[in-house]
């Protein structure tokens, strides 16, 4: 089991945020902006995925379980708070959320069924956030001459997202998950995730009135397609989720414990 620590970050969100906060690049700043229009009500669902699949599991296959899906309530819920703060300021901007009523929607569709499902899905999307993280880590100049505010808070949560990857899979497993399921709800949060994030980073663009720039498509291609562009990083990662022996802890986490290492002065261990 993983030693999750619960981290109080220690930036303050309460200050507005520049439309173009991420280096002045509007697609940059568009796209990390629908990301965090997904996290409140997803890491909300996170949290009520794993503490149900707890819940559901034996007794005498508790215990081992305990501390880690604390710590991971604990992050989720840290996630969720700042997400909601900025989220705030985005509203201001007069970007309008049309993810999140679209992920409540599907996740109201879970409702009564076996958590098996539900925790499926959360590690199907942990896998995503995992392997997004460990790009952002590895290439942090993508939020060069942001606002140091949120380039700090973007690469705390991605440490903290490659730290907590397990957690979700492990109760899948634990709880009799079969591999058909598995790969069934990664089918689906696969489809869901990349129509969303895209819908809502034009959504964005086009509220901004800079969805038809070239600057704004050249920025995209080189961010998603380039040399160090996020797809064509990710894709191997994503692909493993389907073989037969996977597991998340097959993939390197070095620049999470770094990142954790090097910024301690970034955060505050809760009740340290």
């Not at 989220?87 to 569709?109: Q, S, T, V």
């Not at 994030?197 to 995209?220: C, F, G, K, P």
């Amino acid at each position: 089991m993983t030693d999750l620590v619960v981290r109080r970050l220690l930036v303050d969100m309460e200050a507005p945020i520049s439309r173009h906060w991420c280096g002045g690049d509007p697609f940059r700043s568009a796209f990390f902006n629908a990301l965090s229009m997904s996290f409140p009500v997803g890491e909300q669902f996170f949290i009520d995925s794993v503490r149900n699949a707890f819940k559901a599991l034996p007794a005498d296959k508790q215990a081992p379980f305990d501390a880690e899906v604390k710590g991971f309530i604990g992050q989720e819920a840290t996630h969720r708070r700042l997400h909601a703060l900025y989220n705030a300021h985005l509203d201001a901007l007069g970007l309008p959320n049309a993810w999140e009523p679209r992920a409540k929607d599907r996740i109201r569709r879970l409702e009564g069924l076996d958590p098996r499902h539900a925790v499926a899905a959360t590690a199907a999307n942990e896998h995503f956030t995992a392997i997004f993280a460990q790009w952002l880590l590895h290439n942090p100049s993508v939020l060069e001459s942001a606002d140091s505010r949120l380039s700090t808070m973007w690469l705390w949560h991605a440490a903290e997202e490659a730290e907590h990857r397990c957690t979700a899979f492990d109760l899948y497993k634990a709880l009799g998950g079969n591999e058909k399921w598995r790969l069934r709800w990664f089918r689906i949060v696969t489809v869901f995730f990349l129509t969303d994030i895209l819908r809502q980073t034009v959504t964005n663009l086009r509220a901004d009135r800079t969805l038809w720039r070239r600057a704004t498509w050249a920025s995209a291609w080189r961010h998603l397609f380039g040399k160090q562009g996020l797809i064509r990083q990710t894709f191997g990662p994503w692909r493993d989720y389907f073989k037969s022996d996977f597991h998340p802890s097959h993939h390197d986490a070095a620049a999470s414990v770094n990142w954790l290492v090097t910024h301690r002065a970034s955060y505050q261990p809760v009740g340290g």
